[in-house]
């Protein structure tokens, strides 16, 4: 399970980089979809249920039907669809859940072996869904990731924080 960090801080790097500044506020107010899938970790079907192609794509078809709520719903599709995205990168997803019941993974990486050699992988393709993907265990957070979650709620307090000094001035 790859940190809720990540799954965080890029979307909203994407976001606030070619995002418009009177879209800031559904930036941040739509962030908890970005981990908003792993809630299928405490059901089942981890990986599957909320980890598909189909929910970013539904939030982006609302889009385009519902014109005056557009930019919202195509935040949303990039929150989940990049959660999505992350987590192809990190052991795989179930893409086309419910019609496909395989794993589709990407697999790049570079590694430095104990003999210093510098070991390359490049795969990609659909694996078995199995019973640990199902059941979910292993982390929920890392300790790497709880440490980076507790530095942007940080900043998040200091910005509110900031905001309302501000206002009074
Ligand atoms: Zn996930």
């Known amino acids: 399970m790859p940190n809720w960090a990540i799954h ?18 559904y ?37 385009w039907i519902i014109r005056e709520k557009r930019t919202l719903f195509v935040i949303a599709a990039i929150y989940t669809g990049s959660h999505v995205i992350l987590d192809m990168f990190s052991g795989g997803v179930v893409l086309f859940y419910p019609l496909y019941d395989k794993i589709t993974y990407v697999d790049i990486s570079l590694r430095m072996s104990q003999a210093n050699d510098l070991i390359w992988t490049f795969d990609y393709g659909f694996a078995e869904y199995g019973k640990n993907w199902m059941n ?34």
């Open 8 to 25: 965080l801080i890029v979307p909203l790097l994407a976001l606030l980089i070619t995002g418009k500044k009177e879209d800031y506020k």
């Open 27 to 63: 930036i941040l107010l739509l962030l908890p979809l970005a981990i908003l899938p792993d809630l299928d970790t405490f059901v089942t079907q981890h990986r599957a249920l909320l980890h598909n192609i189909f929910i970013p794509l539904i939030l982006l078809a609302s889009g």
């Open 136 to 169: 979910a265990y292993g982390y929920i957070t890392d300790s790497a990731g709880t440490g980076a979650m507790a530095f942007i709620l940080l900043a998040v307090i200091c910005a509110v924080y900031r905001n309302r000094i501000m206002g009074h001035e």
